[in-house]
């Protein structure tokens, strides 16, 4: 991948090197992070492309631009475009209830009572849960982690979302048709498991595997050739570790790059979070999207359904400091509105961040994130293996450094 002159896109080059030497003294010299890979382009080229900080913990290499990363909730977007392909081709609508696609569905209803071994009470819903519930997370489902309610309780106690445990998709989309819901679908916004079960659809309505989906029909289109659900064996010397935080001892190993979880195929392939990428692939993605759903010739969508999955999709025009009840969160929520899988910004001076009207974006759990601006025709990728994504504000601070060295 060859860079662009910096100056040539509009952007002032010595202040997107200081955004290089912002994150070595922040970041990695104190050892928050393990290391840092930031990729900026306009107009669909880069115009900087950064990485520092070692692959392993046990070597002396550096990242670089083959490193691979698990992008987890990046992985909403990818999902959300594959089953946008089936919209297009008349298989499928938005309003298309869940359950006709799912029948495991049928009869799922409201949290109304019960739990922590209490058989669960539940009332019917207002309206059935949609497709268009599932990709703007309208549709009462919840995550497990999120330690807040008697039905995420429920999601731990039977393993729901262990991915290399007992349930495959099917199994997965049983198990959860026989939990409530938090709320009606609609009338709240919960960040949940939704994305996974909108990969149950994709996989039911297209007939084949989620991840030969994505292979075929965008991956291989799009020339991401690094990016998959499996690492494979000729590729696994490339996977970085992966760290968490833990409180009062700082970073710790969660996963590590040569005995990775991911070098394994998942027997639940999570839509919601599956996937390892590099920074070249996903901006291949993001240059699709920003190009209207084409890129070098390849056509994955059209321009008009882009634009309806990057618009606000919340009832009323809400935002979410409005509809969200989630604990977790992977932004600030005041001027966000939430699209067909993609957070969306809707008022920049609420979100006291410099952007666009019509920004869309969204992060990973180890504290992967991307935006695309298409009025300013910008978009960024950064990598780096930090779990949870809330630990530092280093999201708000890529983007107003990046907008700060726009001339």
């Known amino acids: 991948m060859t860079n662009a002159r910096p100056a040539d896109h509009g952007f002032d080059a010595d202040r997107l090197h200081a955004i290089d030497a912002f994150l070595k003294a922040r970041y990695l010299d104190t050892g928050l992070l393990p290391h840092a890979q930031l990729l900026v382009a306009r107009d669909g080229e880069v115009v900087h492309l950064s990485s520092q900080g070692a692959a392993r913990e046990d070597g002396d290499a550096a990242i670089d631009d083959a490193s691979l990363f698990r992008i987890a909730s990046m992985t909403k977007p990818v999902t959300s475009v594959a089953f946008m392909m089936l919209v297009e081709e008349g298989r499928v609508a938005l309003d298309t209830p869940v359950h006709h696609v799912l029948p495991e569905f049928k009869k799922v209803g409201v949290y109304a009572g019960g739990g922590g071994g209490v058989p669960f009470v539940t009332r019917a819903t207002d309206e059935p849960m949609r497709m268009v519930d599932l990709l703007r997370h309208t549709a009462g489902l919840t995550y497990g982690f999120q330690n807040r309610s008697n039905i995420d309780a429920a999601h731990r106690e039977l393993k729901l979302e262990n991915w290399h445990g007992g349930h495959d998709l099917d199994g997965f989309v049983a198990e959860l048709g026989k939990l409530p819901l938090e709320f009606s679908p609609g009338t709240q916004w919960n960040y949940s498991v939704a994305t996974d079960v909108l990969g149950a659809v994709v996989q039911r309505v297209s007939g084949m595997p989620l991840d030969r989906f ?21 590729k696994i010397d490339r996977l970085t570790d992966c760290y968490t935080f833990v409180p009062g001892k700082g970073r710790v190993m969660y996963d590590r790059g040569a005995a990775s979880a991911w070098s394994r195929m998942p027997r639940l392939l999570s839509g919601g979070g599956g996937l390892v990428s590099t920074a070249r692939d996903y901006h291949r993605f993001c240059a699709m999207c920003l190009n209207g759903g084409t890129l070098d010739g390849a056509r994955i969508l059209g321009r008009k359904t882009i634009e309806l999955m990057t618009i606000n999709h919340l009832p009323n025009k809400a ?19 939430f699209g067909l899988g993609f957070a969306v910004t809707i008022d920049v001076a609420r979100s006291m961040m410099p952007g666009s009207v019509g920004e869309f974006y969204w992060g990973g759990m180890f504290s992967t994130a991307f935006f695309i601006d298409p009025v300013e025709r910008v978009h960024m990728v950064f990598m780096t293996q930090l779990s949870p994504s809330s630990v530092y504000p280093i999201r708000r601070e890529l983007k107003t450094m990046i907008y700060a060295a726009l001339t």
């Open 319 to 337: 935002d979410l400091s409005a509809m969200s009840k989630s604990l977790f969160s992977e932004t600030q929520n005041a001027g966000t509105g």
């Open 214 to 234: 994505f292979a075929e029909r965008i991956f291989q289109p799009l020339g991401m050739h690094d990016t998959f659900f499996q690492v494979p064996e000729d």
